[in-house]
């Protein structure tokens, strides 16, 4: 069955520090990951997405995430955080023979002064 | 501006009561779907519909029921037989029933709670 895993469920960081929030998948093909943050109350924007070539994908807001094969993941990065990134971030993934989304459960992300 | 409209924003529920949310979208998108977040639990797909007159059940179908009579339309209704109701509700599109490579695109949700 597929599933995707954030294994963080609160993360705190600096502003200014940086962030890596972790996506693991777990699919029989290449599956097609995307990133989503959600502010409360707020439905969900896409950051990025990866469907093929370069594995490492530029996102909106300075967000960047990875995709590593060989270890099932897809974890999203930003050099340094600001205040205005405090929110949920949801890692997802694209089955397209069967025009399906699994999500992730979410990371909350809070950024300290 | 192009995009999903969610309507109530918040909408409250009686004991027994059917309600009904509403999904509209001005992308001409073909594929709708619906989904119920819960708290620590993500996203979780309830419908979808990759076609006007066609729809199919997810995960978490039962207590819900939907109708895709126009394109641009998704409305979920939630039945009395969902015992627990309380969630915020995402309805979201994307552009192609066979997907060649579109994200999908979300409406702001509506909050439903039980009075």
């Known amino acids: 069955a597929q599933s995707v895993t954030q294994p963080d469920i609160h993360i705190t960081v600096s502003e200014g520090a940086s962030l890596e929030l972790r996506c693991n998948y777990s699919y029989g093909a290449t599956p097609y990951l995307f990133w989503y943050v959600q502010s409360p109350g707020q439905g969900l924007q896409l950051l990025l997405k990866?469907?093929?070539?370069?594995?490492l994908v530029q996102g909106i807001k300075g967000f960047e995430a990875e995709f590593k094969r060989s270890q099932s993941s897809f974890n999203l990065r930003k050099p340094s955080v600001h205040w205005s990134d405090a929110a949920e971030y949801f890692c997802?993934?694209?089955?397209?023979?069967?025009?399906?989304?699994?999500f992730g459960s979410g990371t909350k992300l809070n950024v300290k002064p | 501006d192009g995009g999903i409209t969610q309507s109530p924003k918040y909408l409250f529920r009686k004991e027994g009561q059917n309600v009904t949310l509403s999904c509209e979208q001005n992308l001409n998108h073909d594929a709708m779907y619906w989904y119920r977040q819960d708290p620590g639990q993500g996203l979780r797909l309830i419908y979808y519909s990759q076609i006007v007159n066609d729809f199919q059940k997810g995960d978490i179908a039962e207590g819900y029921s939907v109708s895709r009579e126009k394109k641009e339309s998704f409305p979920l209704t939630v039945t009395s037989a969902q015992k627990n109701p309380t969630a915020f509700y995402l309805c979201?599109?994307?552009?192609?029933?066979?997907?060649?490579?579109?994200?999908?695109?979300f409406g702001d949700g509506t909050r439903l709670s039980i009075l």
């Open positions: 997802a993934v694209g089955l397209y023979n069967f025009n399906k989304f699994y």
């Open positions: 990866y469907f093929s070539g370069d594995t």
């Open positions: 979201a599109s994307m552009a192609d029933r066979e997907g060649n490579n579109q994200p999908q695109h």
